[in-house]
């Protein structure tokens, strides 16, 4: 049953909201009543996002601009939210940072990057967060199938979110008693996102990719904006400490096998 008015009240918090994935998921939240601030780190890029995400629901909506990886300015953009919107009810980790490269061509820096940016950006949102929530408030971890499946050039992507996932469970455990709950989204490759375009930076690259998986195409945003929807809100209010995996089957393993090319049904 499509409910239009099911987060009409709430307010959503999504690091990383400013493009991608994220921002489907901020123009989802919008869409069924939640006033959504989203925060990235390039002024100008947050507000479009801002004004995109007004534009596509009855709440309103706000821009913030922090690097996740410096916990002051990320508390600072809370409190912003806060004093415009009241406390949060949705608060959405999702800023990552990724380029593919062998393990041996990622300097120390490099891997700390990626690590800072997902791992310890993650952590810097949901710990400076907490006294910013509404009680019952959903706190989700936008994670990725390197987190569970090993991926060459994803060294550093896989050991951040494997960090991560680990830290979804501990938070769901320790904050759960507080009336909390903390769950994760696992996006397979979603189409038109930066992401899917440095893994698969070309045609042949994407018709592989999307030949390895076993519903046989890309995700969009949409589809990882609708499972937001659903751990944002009351649908879920027993769901706490799981992945949601919203991958086509990406996780399964490599469905590009000739025999796995089942006739057409009658
Ligand atoms: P994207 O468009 O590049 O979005 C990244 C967002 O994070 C932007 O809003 C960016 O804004 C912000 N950001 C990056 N570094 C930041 C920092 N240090 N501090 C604050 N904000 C920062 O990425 P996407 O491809 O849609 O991916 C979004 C999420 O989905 C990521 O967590 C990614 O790991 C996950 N994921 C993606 C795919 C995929 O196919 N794309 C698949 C699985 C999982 P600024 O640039 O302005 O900072
Ligand atoms: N191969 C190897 N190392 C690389 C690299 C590549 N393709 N790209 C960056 N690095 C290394 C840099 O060389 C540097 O290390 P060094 O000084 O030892 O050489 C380190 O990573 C940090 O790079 P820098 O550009 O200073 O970091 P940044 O904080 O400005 O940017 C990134 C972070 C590199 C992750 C950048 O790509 C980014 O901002 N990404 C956000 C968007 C994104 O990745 N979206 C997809 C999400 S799935």
Redesign the pocket.
């Known amino acids: 049953m499509y409910q239009a008015d099911l987060l009409k009240g709430k307010t959503a918090f999504i690091?990383?909201?400013?493009?991608?994935?994220?921002?489907s998921i901020a123009k989802g939240l919008a869409s069924y009543g939640a006033s959504v601030t989203?925060?990235?780190?390039?002024v100008s890029?947050?507000q479009a996002?801002a004004d995109e995400v007004a534009a596509n629901g009855s709440g309103k909506s706000a821009a913030e601009t922090?690097?996740?990886?410096d916990p002051d300015q990320v508390l600072k953009a809370l409190q912003n939210a806060r004093e415009n919107f009241g406390k949060i009810d949705i608060l959405i980790s999702?800023?990552?940072?990724?380029f593919p490269a062998p393990a041996l061509g990622i300097s120390p820096k490099g891997f700390k990057t990626v690590v800072d940016?997902?791992l310890l950006?993650t952590y810097n949102v949901f710990h400076c967060g907490f006294e910013h929530l509404n009680q019952g408030a959903s706190l989700i971890a936008?994670?990725?199938?390197q987190a569970v499946v090993p991926m060459p050039y994803q060294a550093h992507?896989c050991a951040a979110?494997a960090g991560i996932n680990m830290l979804i469970k501990c938070l769901a455990l320790e904050w759960g008693p507080a009336g909390l709950r903390v769950n994760g989204i696992?996006?397979?490759?979603?189409e038109e996102?930066?992401?899917?375009e440095r893994?698969a930076p070309n045609e042949q690259a994407k018709q592989q990719m999307v030949k390895q998986i076993p519903s046989r195409r890309a995700?969009t945003g949409n589809d990882i904006a609708d499972a937001a929807i659903y751990l944002g809100s009351s649908l879920s209010s027993y769901v706490n400490g799981t992945i949601l995996t919203v991958d086509g089957g990406t996780e399964l393993g490599d469905a590009s096998a000739d025999c796995l090319s089942i006739p057409a049904r009658k």
Not at 15 to 23: D, E, F, Q, V
Not at 142 to 145: D, K
């Open positions: 690091a990383g909201g400013t493009s991608g994935i994220n921002l989203v925060l990235g780190r390039d890029k947050a996002a922090a690097d996740v990886r999702g800023a990552a940072g990724n940016i997902d950006g936008i994670t990725a199938p992507v979110k696992s996006p397979g490759p979603i996102t930066e992401g899917y893994l995700g």
